[in-house]
């Protein structure tokens, strides 16, 4: 089982940027896809955004043209920069690893907040 330690959340005014990691215990070169997701309180998690190990990306619609996936495999790291955020963007974001045959792991989560 891969563990995921995600980091880089944070209080950001409306308009601001941060960029969100995710770190994994093994080599992420072989993981199908990694992915963010995020829970707003009171609200489902919901996707935010995937890649997959050949570098295909997919957004939600609320949020493309503003974040980014990328991974680094020589990190094991997988990134989620936020830009132009909003209020509506707050909530905890987790990272996602999909392992295949149907096992998955996820991180922790990573606090998001934009508020002025």
């Known amino acids: 089982q891969v563990q995921l330690v995600e980091s880089g959340g944070g209080l950001v005014q409306p308009g601001g940027s941060l960029r969100l990691s995710c770190a994994a215990s093994?080599?992420?070169?072989?993981?199908?896809?990694m992915g963010w997701y995020r829970q707003a309180p009171g609200k489902q998690r919901e996707f935010v955004a995937r890649?997959?190990?050949?570098?295909?990306?997919n957004y939600a619609v609320s949020v493309k043209g503003r974040f980014t996936i990328s991974r680094d495999s020589a990190k094991n790291t997988a990134y989620l920069q936020l830009n132009s955020l909003k209020p509506e963007d707050t909530a905890l974001y987790y990272c996602?690893?999909?392992?295949?045959?149907?096992?998955?792991?996820w991180g922790q989560g990573t606090q998001v907040t934009v508020s002025s």
């Open positions: 890649i997959t190990k050949g570098g295909t990306t």
């Open positions: 093994a080599s992420i070169s072989s993981i199908n896809s």
């Open positions: 996602n690893a999909d392992l295949g045959w149907g096992r998955d792991s």
